[in-house]
């Protein structure tokens, strides 16, 4: 029964009823409101349902328009993704940088799935520049996706081949890395991505975490994610990153740009095409990398803590890059910890592994 006949089909039945039936017919009138309740309760369960299902979760897929996608070059896209039903949960408020998170999503052909790190960025429609979501805003549930397809590739040649308006699944969220929580810590503020003052220090609770990050071509996007998200890191980054070209970052590079100009992060590009010689690139990150610093744990704010104590080492990108500084992942296990960061002091207490 659909949900507007029911208050219609319940009122004429009373009214029959009251209006002086046969004894008999006065009998069925429980049985019409027992059957009727139970009716409201299913569709309301229905719906309720239904609503469920529309939010993004790990246990099933929702289906998600291509808003927005754009070539940065012959291999490396951006993809913007908008949810079909409006998202009630605010994934950026929800994981803030305390967690590294991604989504999947569905090949239906060959039934295969593929993770993505979603960005807190939509595409304005009348500029067709990218922005980032201010705090508390989700716009319904969009996000931006930081894509490479590879020549023989199931999944990203696919989605670069789909047209906008396309409806994919999408699954998640699925947390990839989880950094230390302080409870009641101020949220740090992403007042420079909407202007360009520069501000005083900000103030915390507890003393913020400095940590490295090396990354290598779309593995960039795990550390935009933290760096952009709601409540962003609130110690310093520094981060390298590999690619053939700091072109391939298309309209991301002035988020990193600016990063680094308000001291959040401390960027070092290494490009293939500057330097194609490999043992020379993995040189200059050793020259960058820094030692480990101890992690204390919660100890209260001070103004101007000076210089950069990086506490853990967080590396992603393709398997080849991850072993050069890290050591291999073995059969999808961190596996133990060698390469350069071995060699600079790091161990598994302090470096992350990222796929
Ligand atoms: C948590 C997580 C987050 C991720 N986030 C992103 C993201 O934001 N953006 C993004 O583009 N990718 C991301 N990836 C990688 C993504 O999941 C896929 O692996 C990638 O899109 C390739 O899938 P494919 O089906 O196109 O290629 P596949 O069919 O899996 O691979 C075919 C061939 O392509 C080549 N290839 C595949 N992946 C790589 C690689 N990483 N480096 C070098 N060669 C490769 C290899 O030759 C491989 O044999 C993420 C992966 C994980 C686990």
Same mark, same amino acid.
């Given at each position: 029964m659909r949900p507007l006949l029911f208050p219609f089909v319940v009122r004429g039945n009373l009214r029959r009823y009251f209006n002086?039936?046969? @004894?008999?017919?006065? &009998?069925?009138w429980p049985f019409w409101l027992v059957a009727g309740s139970?009716?409201? $309760?299913? $569709?309301s369960y229905y719906l309720r349902?239904?609503?469920t299902n529309c939010e993004l979760s790990p246990e099933h897929f929702t289906p998600?328009?291509?808003s927005y996608k754009k070539n940065v070059d012959s291999t490396h896209f951006l993809m913007e993704l908008t949810p079909l039903q409006e998202q009630r949960i605010n994934m950026w408020a929800k994981m803030r940088s305390d967690h590294l998170w991604s989504i999947e999503i569905k090949q239906p052909d060959v039934m295969v799935v593929r993770s993505y790190t979603p960005l807190p960025l939509h595409v304005e429609k009348e500029s067709g520049q990218l922005k980032l979501l201010p705090d508390g805003e989700n716009a319904g549930g969009v996000f931006l996706l930081y894509l490479k397809k590879y020549g023989n590739g199931e999944v990203a040649r696919w989605l670069n081949g789909l047209p906008e308006g396309h409806v994919i699944e999408v699954s998640g969220p699925f947390v990839e890395y989880e950094l230390p929580v302080y409870e009641e810590e101020a949220s740090r503020n992403r007042d420079l991505f909407f202007d360009d003052k520069i501000r005083p220090e900000e103030k915390f609770k507890y003393k913020p975490i400095d940590i490295a990050m090396?990354?290598?071509?779309?593995?960039?996007? *795990?550390?935009?994610?933290?760096l952009l998200t709601e409540s962003p890191l609130r110690g310093k980054m520094l981060l390298c990153y590999s690619c053939g070209t700091i072109e391939e970052l298309g309209p991301l590079k002035p988020f990193l740009n600016q990063l680094e100009k308000h001291g959040r992060i401390d960027l070092? $590009?290494?490009?293939?095409?500057?330097?194609?010689?490999? *043992?020379?690139r993995l040189k200059e990150i050793w020259? $960058?990398? @820094?030692? @480990?610093? &101890?992690? *204390?744990?919660?100890v209260p704010f001070q103004n101007s803590p000076g210089g950069f104590h990086p506490v853990l080492s967080l590396v992603c990108g393709p398997e080849r890059y991850i072993s050069s500084l890290a050591g291999p992942k073995i059969n999808l296990t961190q596996g133990p910890i060698d390469g350069l960061l071995k060699h600079k002091g790091w161990s598994r207490e302090n470096v992350y592994k990222l796929s």
């Open positions: 002086g039936t046969s @004894p008999q017919r006065r &009998k069925i139970a009716v409201a $309760v299913s $569709v349902e239904r609503q998600y328009r291509i090396f990354t290598a071509g779309t593995g960039i996007a *795990s550390a935009l994610q933290i070092h $590009v290494f490009e293939s095409s500057k330097q194609p010689n490999r *043992s020379k020259e $960058v990398m @820094p030692t @480990p610093s &101890k992690y *204390s744990g919660l």
